[in-house]
Nanobody, 125 residues
Framework: QVQLVESGGGSVQAGGSLRLSCAAS????????MGWFRQAPGKEREGVAG???????SYADSVKGRFTISKDITKKSLSLQMNSLKPEDTATYYC???????????????????WGQGTQVTVSA
């Protein structure tokens, strides 16, 4: 059973940094895509950053140059380094994974089946 557990959320002032981690388990297939998504109260969930099956990364325009996504295949972990945080980055952040052809269309747009429970990030002005 695929499981994803996020950690690393918290409260920080604008301009600060946080590093989110996602520990994945329950699968052996490394032909996968993974992504970070976020949802703020009253807003739709949006893609933040993703890693394609081939390793290429993609980012939402709003976080380019500030966030960096990385994946450790051996540890089955996904990270998101978030720098220069802004109040508008406040949201619950989720990681997601899926496999094979279900990743077609891009890591930010795949119809992921597997999600973590989320971790809260709050950025104060």
């Amino acid at each position: 059973q695929v499981q994803l557990v996020e950690s690393g959320g918290g409260s920080v002032q604008a301009g600060g940094s946080l590093r989110l981690s996602c520990a994945a388990s329950g699968y052996r297939n490394n032909d996968n895509c993974m992504g970070w998504f976020r949802q703020a109260p009253g807003k739709e969930r949006e893609g933040v950053a993703g890693i394609e099956r081939g390793g290429r990364t993609s980012y939402a325009d709003s976080v380019k140059g500030r966030f960096t996504i990385s994946k450790d295949i051996t540890k089955k972990s996904l990270s998101l380094q978030m720098n220069s945080l802004k109040p508008e980055d406040t949201a619950t952040y989720y990681c997601a994974v899926d496999f094979g052809y279900l990743c077609d269309g891009g890591a930010l747009y795949a119809k992921y089946r597997y999600w973590g429970q989320g971790t809260q990030v709050t950025v104060s002005a």
